[in-house]
């Protein structure tokens, strides 16, 4: 960091990778806090002979420059005080005659990083130094595994551990959409053995994730799932109902995928353009963004974690979240897209399918989001997660905001009518919704068979609704009451 950049830094309150300490004769005791928080979180830069007064920094210099550089490196150099060598990166200043130093503190990969013993264990969080909880202790030690636990062995698994399906779809899918592929010639033993789904007779943990048996997963991934929920709000607390739609669990992350995708394709917009010989192309770009983020989060998710992975849709985004941070600070990952799968095993399986070209973060294709919609793409990491998410462009949001203003119907029914919608069922979200998915099932369906149907409410009531979605255009008849059909906004 040079002088300016340090200047024009002194005009802004702390920053996550910034923080300054007076230091003017002795190393302040903070600073190794400051430290181990820095090696622990994504790095920064802590800088010695500046005062901080609310948010007003004043410089005061250092009086003895080179003993304090002196004294900090060898500290963080040696095993005296921390449990790890920590190798900063030194810079000395002069402000209007005074000394400043500074020290970039580099994040450490064999986390966690702690001076004295394990309950000073720091984290960097809101511009500050935290103590580490026991949890965010844990998920530090699990990220010593980082890279190196798909492709390890599980006891007590075998290839009867194999969803038969999953595992059949999977060798078809391959042969049909990626014929060139040369272990589609292999037999099943020597297909599993080269793509690492089975070691020494065993399922491997990528394996067994990706086409294994739902009740194999569950032995080793308690209540393995991946949450997906659409909310007709901007927040659960304004929305009502709380969600209109939640995928069924799957057998692995093979089916989640296609279930997941097949949801996302949705909510973007994939212009189909014919050119001057007639024939069409789909410009792809959004959608691809999408992908890219679920193949993210199933590549990249901590799944031995308590958290789990879930994707969530509101009336103006898209957020997917999944526990595991990334494995370098984000702006370097930004800049250079560095190839660090934390389940190497999981990328090369999506790879080999051509669901992703490579096992890095892809930021270029989920970026091109922003440039196709104007939209931003948000991007987040914690010690414990990480959290992208995708704003809708405006024909999107005005679309889903329709959609949220009709579930807000209910609310509003005739006096007579309320007293039936609270018979229904208790796993019943919303009536219309109900009945948008009988319709899309059924386009010819009639009034009296979809009350019988849903079971307890009349041919009536089920008009009244079907009235109320034509006006807000969730739904429209083609042709006559009789012999007609229903289509789905």
């Known amino acids: 960091m040079d002088k300016e950049t340090l200047l024009k830094r002194l005009t802004d309150i702390e920053w996550d990778d910034f923080e300054v300490k007076e230091a003017r004769r002795e190393i302040p005791k903070s600073a190794w806090e400051t430290v181990c928080a820095f090696a622990n979180t994504a790095g920064g830069w802590l800088i010695f002979g500046i005062a901080q007064k609310n948010k007003n920094f004043e410089i005061i210099g250092i009086e003895e420059p080179e003993k304090i550089e002196s004294d900090f490196v060898t500290t963080l150099r040696s095993h005296s005080k921390f449990n790890a060598i920590i190798n900063p990166e030194c810079m000395k200043y002069d402000i209007d005659g005074k000394t400043i130093l500074g020290f970039f503190v580099p994040v450490c990969e064999n986390k966690p990083i702690y001076f004295n013993n394990l309950q ?82 065993e399922l491997t943990y990528g394996g067994l994730l990706f086409l294994g048996d739902n009740d194999a997963i569950q032995e080793h991934f308690p209540d393995f799932r991946i949450d997906y929920l659409e909310i007709p709000g901007l927040s659960y607390t304004n929305a009502s109902p709380r969600y209109t739609f939640r995928i069924q669990e799957q057998e692995n992350l093979w089916e989640y995928y296609f279930v997941l995708f097949q949801r996302l394709r949705n909510y973007a917009d994939n212009p189909l353009y014919i050119g001057e010989m007639g024939g069409g192309y789909e410009d792809d770009k959004q959608i691809s963004a999408l992908r890219e983020a679920l193949i993210n989060m199933l590549i990249h998710c901590d799944y031995f974690s308590p958290m789990k992975p879930r994707i969530r849709v509101f009336s103006n985004r898209i957020e997917f979240e999944n526990p595991g941070a990334f494995p370098r600070p984000l702006s370097e990952l930004i800049k250079e897209d560095v190839s660090i799968p934390r389940n190497p095993v999981l990328a090369k399986l ?140």
């Open 120 to 201: 000073n264990t720091f984290i960097r969080t809101a511009s500050g130094d935290q103590r580490a909880s026991e949890y965010e202790i844990n998920t530090l030690y699990r990220n010593q595994a980082f890279g190196t636990m798909s492709n390890k062995s599980v006891k007590g698994t075998s290839i009867k551990s194999f969803n038969k399906n999953s595992y059949q779809n999977f060798r078809d899918y391959l042969k049909r959409m990626v014929s060139d592929l040369q272990y589609n010639k292999l037999p099943d033993t020597e297909f599993n053995q080269k793509l690492q789904l089975v070691k020494n007779g």
């Open 350 to 489: 999506f790879r080999c399918a051509k669901l992703c070209e490579n096992a890095g973060y892809g930021f270029d294709k989920m970026l091109a989001w922003k440039k196709e919609t104007k939209k931003e793409v948000l991007f987040e990491s914690t010690i414990d997660m990480t959290k992208i998410t995708f704003m809708f462009d405006d024909k999107v949001k005005n679309a889903t905001k329709q959609t949220e203003n009709y579930y807000k119907t209910t609310r509003k029914l005739p006096e007579n009518y309320q007293k039936t919608v609270k018979n229904l069922p208790e796993n019943k979200l919303s009536v219309e919704f109900s009945i948008l998915e009988i319709l899309k099932s059924n386009p010819n369906i009639s009034r009296s068979d979809i009350s019988k149907q849903l079971g307890n409410i009349s041919s009536d009531l089920v008009k009244y609704y079907l009235d109320k979605m034509k006006k807000n255009k969730v739904i429209k008849r083609k042709g006559p009451d009789k012999g007609g059909s229903w289509i789905a906004l």
